[in-house]
Each structure stands twice: as structure tokens, then as C-alpha cells.
């Protein structure tokens, strides 16, 4: 029988991964492959005077040092972003191409300056020391104010004044009569620090090139197969067909994996010019180093509200930095994402926005869980607790009175949301945390000496990643069905919920249903995995093959039956003939006609989907050291109808602990020179499941009415909601002792001066 939406059966990939058959890229066997190690600058912003490789050439066993002017020799070019426009307007952002390897100058800490490939690991190791570099230290800068000011160092002509993008969107005029006009206006600088994503897997590479059809093929750990292979094919001036990428299992990505690096190209080109097999695995320490780190966000915002507390206008003016390079779309995380829902789920007449995104000698930024929709939610809620503590408001009364009713709304942007009840999962989250019981829990924190505080937070973020997708049914003769996706699993149980789907469609049992993805010789395009996509797009893609393929079964099965096709009722994988006991299985006629129900089915998106919830979180404080314990943590989230609520509730989790993990410990740090101080674990802190309480959370499900299944996204919205509820509670907790802001994680150092702070 066929698994419903809804069920839950247990992750079918588990029993492969928890016995070691994953196929994760460093276990796979690639016999006589150069090893690559990538030598990588130790300034932050340098001339590159000089670079000597004959030692290194001379050490046993290398077979070749590239750099920068065996590129320029064969003419292969540098990455580009993936978006280099604003996606609204069509403006081109300010960029300087990234070089896959640096030629005359590096721009941060960790970027590519030679590759080295030898027999063994150890020996490129060696080769790589041996390397002599000459250089000319030049002047850093580190945030993005300080990039943008004036005699600020710069980074590069392509971008004067280091400024990669300027957006002005939303009535600033309406803004400014609604705050002329405002009983209360208040104001806040909110930072939301950067963090380094830290995937299980590392990055890696294995490139091997056929001389045959001279074609590449690259196995990867990565997120977006086809974005790879078509930026690497840019760099390698060669035609994306020309490239072939395979990605069996991916051990997490959490967006560090999602956009292309140089050397994914560097590889490819090193296996071409070689005739060797090249494999390259980031190290943990090249990880904090080079991978794309994310948020690193400032805005200086405002909230206007009447005397009884409506909210008239909002008023941002963001800063973000983008690291040394345009990554991927980072640029359009900006004008798309950040400006698509200012203002969450509440009602706000007026916003205005204004955005800049500068170039800093920093990590490039990518994206993590909730890029832009993260920042731009926790500036509003941050702002509502301000409100609530400067103007005499009660803080859930003030969310309650301005929330946006149910059902569709357009924002004042022009963002339509499709569905949503904001109201009731407010109130179900509120219900559900226990607001009653909070004195009395305070009140036993303060008789052990501690102080406990609570916030909350609502969250919506939009979901749907890159706007095509496809999938194809090929049904086998053993009465098997393959389903081929361009989405791509890196741990969410695609291969138990996309079966699941697919049979509640077909009525076949899902066990008959074999997922077939991470490989872009499969299909023609694939979106792979980004912004909680691969459930809507390639589940809407699977909605729209399975009528195709029952239309096309039904003529089918009228010949076979000897009735009209108009007779004949489809449920539980059978034709049936009506008024009579006539009936003929769908596999029956796969079976019976080899090829003929094979579908291929693309989908293009003309709309998002829109997860979205309410959190509410109690920590404990201990005012003498500073250590901050998440005591509780209630949530309750609507992700549209649930495949698979025991996936969706492991989804939410992970998402819930990583929003804790900025909120409590993480923090990426570089001095004011430009050296990364966070490059290990023993400075960068990932929560642990002792700091973690047993979550509680529950779901309301309003289908989302953009798609045919009424999913939404589930693998990031909770992250948008945690950080600024967390932030929230902490200062609640922090307010008697007169603590009034917190910039960074909330680790016990920072608390402590925070209150040491306050004290003076």
C-alpha cells in the first residue's frame, strides 16, 4: 500500500548510512588519483610580488605546481557570480571576477594561490611549504561601514568605494509622513554577526577527465550540481555539456555548499592538463578559512507606531558585507531576499528600505538557513521588544494587535503571501509555551540566584530556490518505478519522502520507487538544494508527471478493458470500470507496454512558498559568570501540509539548534587587520545537544495554495524565528540589571561585560 502524505515511515536511507555504505566523497575509490592541496595566502589584502615553485617541483612525487600564469596560459578564465544583476531592476552589482588562483593580489585570508598535485597527500603537503612567496602587505578592512567610508582601502577598480550594490526600495516619502506623524518612534542598530556554517562533510573534488570524448567528470560534495557545472564550464571555457557532475551523498551543506568555488574549476582544469585523476578534500582548518561564511549584517532601523500602538512605517538602512568576492547569488540575497518580506507577518503600512552591500577582506559570504529572510525578521523583532520596553506596550499584546489576518496579503513592496493563519499559530505557540507558569518559573530562577528571561518571535521566510525544476518516471520492467530529480538530497530523507509523494500520486506502494538524483547526466537542468526548494519544486514537478502519466494509462487501460476511457475510475494504483468488476493495474500496463508511461515533466514556479511560525524560549542566566542556559524552547510552525511529519519535525529541529547555535555561541571574528581568529574549534563554538533543551513543537498546517500538494519549505523557516527569540530573552532576563542591547552571541564573556558594562 502506499505510504499517504502525512505518514511516517522511517528514513529508508538510514540503514545504508548507520551501517557505513554511504557513498560520501572521500570514501570513494578513485585508484592512482594526484592528490591537490590548494596553498592559500596568510594576509588578508597583499601584492603578490613573486612566486617560486622550483623546490616545490623538486620534492618526490609532485607532478606539477600551478599557478596563476599556467591559467593565463591556458587561457582559462576566473568564477563569476551566479547573479550579477539585481534581480528587480536588472542593475548590474560591482564586482571584481575571483581568480581561481591569485595572480597580482589577494583580497583575504585563505584565497587560492597555487595548486599542488602529487602521488601522496603528505608529499603535496610537503611540495606546498616549499613554496616561496614574495609579498607587499597592504592595508584591510574588515565591515562593511568601514569599507564604505571614505579613504577606506580598496579592494577593487571594478567596485569604487569597495560598494557592490545600492537599492533604495518602498515609499520613503509615506515613510517619512507616518513617522512626522507617530505618537512613538523607536530606534535600534542590529547586528547580525557572521557565522561559519560547518557542513559534516568538508568540501572536496575529484575530477577525472576522459580523453576519449573529452569530457570531465567531477564528484563533488556539494548543494547546486548544475550551478557548478556551468560555472566551472565558464572558467574553463569549455561547453557545460562537457562536464559531468556526481554528488552520490552530500554529509550536510546548510548553504556553505550551495554556490560554485574555485577549486571545483581548478580541479577540472588540473585532470585536463594532467590526464590524471585530481582529488582535493578541504581540510577542517581550509573550511573556516575559505568556505562562504554567512550573515554579516548591520541595519540602523526604525519603527513608527500611533498611541495605541499600530505600526505606521518601517525604516531600515542595511549594510551588508560580502567578503572579499561576489559569491554565487549573495548579491541577489540582498535585493531579493532581505527586501522580499520587511516586516514579517505583520501589518505595516509603509516600509522603506535601504540597502547597500560592500566588499571587505574578509571569507566571501554565501548563504546559511534563512539567508536574508533571517536578518530582515530579526530586525522587526527586535524592534517590537524595543518598542514594548521604551513605549510602555506590552510586548505579545503589541504583536497581537498588528499581526496580518489570515489568508493572502500583499505587502507594501508588492510580495504577495498566498496562505497563513499568523494569528492562530501565535496563539497556539503562546498556549502551548505556558505563559502562566512564568512567574512562578522566574521566581525560582531568582531564588537560586539566577534571572531568567523570555522571548518570542514570529518568522516567515520564502521558499523556493532556483525557478525550474525537473523529474522523469521511467518504469521499469520488474514493476519498479525510477524517479530521476535535478533537486538533490543532502540529508533531508529525500529518498523516503519523494517516494512517498510519487506513490500517494500513483498508488503504487513506495518501496516499488526508487529516487534517482546527484547527477547531471540524468536530466537536463536540476536546481539542486537551496532555499527549502526540493519538496515544492520537484514535488509539484512529480504532481504534474503522475496526471500525465494516469491520462496516458487510461487510454491504456479503456483498450485493454474494452470500455470507454470516460468509464473508467483511477484510485489505489487500479483502473476501474464502472458498474462492473472490470479492473487493470497500472503496472500491469507499464509492464505491458515498455516505455510508453515514461514521463519527463518541467516546472517552472511563478510563486514562492511561505513557511512560517512563532517561537518562545526561556533562558536562565547566571548574572556571576555570565553562562546563559536555554531552559525551554516552544514553537509552532506551519509548513503546509507534512509528507512526512517525522522528517519535518528532524527538519525543524536542526534548524532550531542552528538558530541557537548563532543566538548562543558561534561568532566568526577577524582582528582589525584582517586575520581570522575563529579558525578552529577550539575558538568557534557549535552548540552541543547539552545545550539544548528538549524542543517542543507542534504544527499548523495551512496548505499553501502555490503549488498542487500544498507543501511549504520546511528545512530553514525555524532558524529565521530562534535567533531573535533567544536574543529577545536574553535581554528580558538582562533588563533589570539595566542591559539594554547585545551585539553577538550571547556567550558568557559577553554577557558578562554586558552587565559588568551596565553596572559602571
Known sequence: MASPLGASPVRREDARFLTGHGAYLDDLPFPGALRAVVLRSPH???????????????VPGVAAVLTASDLAADGIGPLLPTAPANPHTGAPFAFAPQPLLAADLVRYVGEPVALVLAETLAQAQDAAERIGLAWEPLPAVTDADAALAPGAPRLAAEAPGNLALASEIGDAAAVARAFAAAAHVVRLRIVNHRIITNPMEPRG????HDPTDGRTTLHLSSQSLYAVRDAAAAALGCPPLALRVIAPDVGGGFGAKNFPYPEQALCAWAARRTGRAVKWIATRSEMFLADHQARDHVADAALALDAAGNFLAL??????????????????VQTFQYAHLPGGV???????????????????????RGPGFAESNAIIERLIDAAARDCGFDRIALRRRNLTPPGPYTNPLGQTVDSGDFPGVFEAALARADL??????RAASAARGRRRGLGLACHIK????????????????????????????????????????????LGVPPETIALRQGDTDLLPLGGGHGSSRATYMAGTAMARAA?????????????????????????????????SNRAIALAALAAAAAGALDTYEVFTREAMTFPNGCHVVEVEIDPETGAVALDRHTAVDDYGVLVNPRLATGQAHGAIAQGAGQALREAAVYDPAGQPLTGSFQDYALPRAADLPAFDLGFAATPCATNPLGVKGSGEAATVGVYPAIVNAVLDALAPLGVRDLAGPATPDAIWRAIRGADA
Do not use: C
Open 315 to 332: 525604516e531600515v538602512d542595511s549594510r551588508a558585507n560580502l567578503g572579499a568576492f561576489m559569491a554565487g547569488g549573495s548579491g541577489a
Open 346 to 368: 505583520y501589518a505595516i503600512p509603509a516600509i522603506a528600505l535601504r540597502i547597500r552591500a560592500a566588499y571587505t577582506n574578509t571569507a566571501p559570504i554565501g548563504v546559511t
Open 436 to 441: 502562566a507558569g512564568f512567574p512562578v518559573r
Open 547 to 579: 496526471e500525465r502519466v494516469i491520462a496516458k494509462a487510461r487510454s491504456l487501460a479503456a483498450a485493454a478493458l474494452a470500455v470507454p476511457a470516460s468509464d473508467l475510475g483511477f484510485a489505489d494504483g487500479w483502473f476501474r470500470a464502472a458498474g
Open 462 to 505: 520564502a521558499t523556493g530556490g532556483a525557478p525550474r525544476e525537473n523529474v522523469e518516471l521511467r518504469f521499469r520492467p520488474d514493476g519498479g518505478i525510477d524517479l530521476l530529480t535535478g533537486t538533490q538530497a543532502i540529508g533531508q530523507g529525500h529518498e523516503t519522502s519523494f517516494p512517498q509523494i510519487l506513490a500517494s500520486l
Open 44 to 58: 588578508p589584502h597583499a601584492r603578490l610580488l613573486g612566486i617560486a615553485t622550483e623546490a616545490a617541483r623538486a
Open 205 to 208: 573534488v575529484v575530477a577525472v
